[in-house]
């Protein structure tokens, strides 16, 4: 196929009927670019897999998962599969569309930015169940790290490979893209694009998910502020116990010089161990998250298991498979 210019990234999950109208709307909008198609499989049980490979050419593969990990895994895996010089990433339901994808990719070249997200310009979902948390949800995350991205939530985003590749995906952060990215010193901007309704197939999207975002950001907060200087967060809360420490000691000790009873004072057990048992909470998480990254980084593991890569031979384009 030669030199890959675009590696497009489709995470699915039961999203069959979505294939064929897929691969005909990438070989429209990139007919001029030398691109790859991957589609990660993420434990589909519709019949998905065998959809891609009745369609597939030299320019699509598929990453089959053995069950579901979950979209941010699949966007990795998909991610670390990619070859191209720049890497785009998109859903699998029809709602972004392929065809912004060359407008993006020149403001990206053009103007020299590393990344170039999508905000869904008249998004068509529904407004309790995705708008309205959408809405806090991406207010909430510019509150709390000053990255100003109108819409997190939109999976079309155009990168360069070497931001691509080395975001470290783990979890459910693919919403915290651009959060990621920013932590590497990339430079984003943020472009209006389509967005259609879900035609085929069932939005695995759920109120949910919106609550699982607090934890989420609190996460991308400390990386953001205190990755390289844990320090600075823990050592001020240390401190400021150690001072209410001895100020309790110090009256206690004041009240036994005087002949007071100190000893099993209810208030201040229960003090002690709301204090005590927060910081170890709060401690034992992060420190959990780094062991994490240690042990996938430090000896090159992945968060996945693949059960089978297939790539497509070359055939017609689809609008031809399907007319015939």
Not at 30 to 40: G, M, N, P, R, S
Not at 56 to 76: C, H, L, P, W
Not at 256 to 280: E, N, S, T, Y
Request: aromatic share 8%.
């Amino acid at each position: 196929m030669g030199k890959v210019t675009l590696s497009l990234v489709i995470p699915v999950m039961n999203e069959r009927e979505n294939i064929a109208p897929m691969i005909e709307q990438v070989q429209s909008a990139l007919k001029d670019y030398t691109y790859e198609l991957i589609f990660v499989d993420d434990g589909s049980s519709d019949g998905t897999v065998d959809e891609i490979k009745k369609y597939a050419d030299e320019k699509i593969k598929v990453v089959v998962f053995y069950r579901n990990y979950g979209q941010t895994t699949a966007m990795s895996a998909g991610i670390h599969e990619a070859v191209g010089d720049y890497v785009v990433t998109l859903d699998g339901d029809l709602q972004n569309d392929p065809s912004n994808i060359p407008d993006m990719l020149e403001l990206l070249i053009k103007e020299g930015w590393d990344v170039v997200a999508g905000n869904r310009l008249k998004r068509k979902d529904k407004a309790l169940v995705r708008k309205l948390p959408s809405k806090i949800a991406n207010a909430l995350i510019r509150r709390m790290t000053g990255i100003h991205i109108k819409d997190y939530g939109c999976t079309l985003k155009v990168f360069t490979k070497d931001i691509a590749k080395n975001l470290g995906l783990y979890g459910e952060l693919h919403r915290f893209i651009p959060i990621l990215a920013h932590l590497q010193g990339a430079k984003i901007t943020q472009v209006d694009v389509k967005h259609h309704a879900r035609i085929h197939g069932n939005s695995k999207y759920g109120l949910n998910r919106t609550f699982k975002v607090l934890s989420d950001l609190i996460l991308m907060v400390f990386f953001q502020k205190y990755f390289q200087k844990p320090l600075h967060l823990f050592a001020p809360v240390g401190i400021l116990s150690i001072f209410i420490g001895l100020a309790v000691n110090g009256y206690l000790l004041i009240e036994k010089l005087m002949g007071a009873d100190i000893w099993g004072r209810p208030l201040l057990i229960l003090g002690v161990i709301f204090l005590l048992g927060g910081l170890q909470m709060i401690t034992f998480g992060v420190m959990a998250e780094l062991m994490m990254r240690t042990y996938y980084e430090s000896q090159n593991k992945q968060t996945y298991s693949i059960r089978e890569v297939y790539v497509g031979e070359q055939r017609p384009t689809t609008s031809d498979a399907l007319a015939s």
